[in-house]
């Protein structure tokens, strides 16, 4: 029989215990592998880290790729927008350029030396024109005008001078000139032909040229036909003959002075032309001439006369021009084209309208 081992002691249990700490305590490697592990976990951790930073990069990456893209993109967008803005004033640009190329141009042509075309240039041309010679040979005067370019630019170089074919001077044209200063030449001078106006009443067996009369038809007509009252023929085509019978007569009862101021000498008078014509007021017989200015046919005579080709020769206040007292009875044939240029100018005597000087008195 083996006695039982006796159980330990408490001091023999504590002495135990406390040399297995004082053991362990000595014992290093109880710590590092410790610190193994733990440095182990934490390269774990770290690896792991590494590995999720990794994959996070991976990630990233894309990301970055899809960030840079986007980037990108916003900077085409932008670089596109500003394309396009700058394209846009690059247009509008191109369009004021292509304004100022429009607009330019002007200055640059005004800017630029340019000869001055006289009047005379333009004229010169205009007579030496065949067509205006083939007018002034074979054709009637609106066809002279009218080769000149019109009422208006016939006026216009006529009173400039530049028109050396137009002669004022024949008496055989509508727009010839009869003054105290401008005789008929010969001074004998009469139309070949003369015919009474139709259709009006008439104190004399007055004739005018064919077209003066259809005119003067015309222009009775329309005061009747516009409610003025009729009006009537006093007297129209003088000879030289009959001039100067009749300026004799108002010699004979005002003395020469006042006789010139309200008859013409024969030779100078428009009635010699077959172009002029005393009219009167015919409501229950015609009146007297002088008394024409104060009817509604004189009234109306003065304001529409030139629609029908005819001018108030003398009006009141231009005598210092005509060389003769008002006589709203008075009118002068210069056909339909250059009447209404006389009228729309607002001319009042043939001088101004030609550039004629005035024409107060006789020469002698
Ligand atoms: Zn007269």
Known sequence: MIP?????????LRAERERADADAAATPGAEPSARTA????SAGAAAGALADG?????????????????????????????????GGRGGSTTADATQ????????????????????????????????VSTALAQGSDADVIAALGGATAFRDLV?????????????VREWVVVNKQRPLSPLEWEPDTVVAPADMQRTVDGRLRPAAADALTALVAAAQAEGVGAIGLNSAFRSFDSQTR????????????????????????EHQTGLATDVAACDGGCGAIESFGGTAQGAWVAANAWRFGF???????YTAITGYQAEPWHLRYIGPELAQVYHDGGFHTLEDFFGLPPAPDYVD
Do not use: K, M, W
């Open 38 to 41: 733990a440095q182990a976990v």
């Open 54 to 86: 990794t994959r996070r990069a991976r990630v990233a990456r894309p990301r970055t790729r899809l960030l840079v893209i986007a980037a990108a993109a916003i900077l085409l967008i932008a670089a596109v927008a500003a394309a396009v803005a700058l």
């Open 100 to 131: 100022q190329t429009r607009v330019d141009p002007v200055p640059a042509v005004t800017s630029l030396p340019v000869p001055a075309q006289s009047a005379a240039t333009v004229v010169a041309a205009g007579c030496d024109d065949p067509a």
């Open 246 to 269: 009749t300026y004799n007569g108002y010699v004979n009862s005002l003395g020469r002075e006042s006789a010139d101021l309200q008859s013409a000498r024969p030779g100078f008078s």
């Open 4 to 12: 039982p081992e006796p159980l330990p002691s408490r001091r023999a």
């Open 159 to 171: 009173a400039t001078g530049s028109a050396p074919c137009v002669n004022l001077a024949d008496p």
């Open 311 to 317: 001018i108030v020769r003398y009006e009141d206040g």
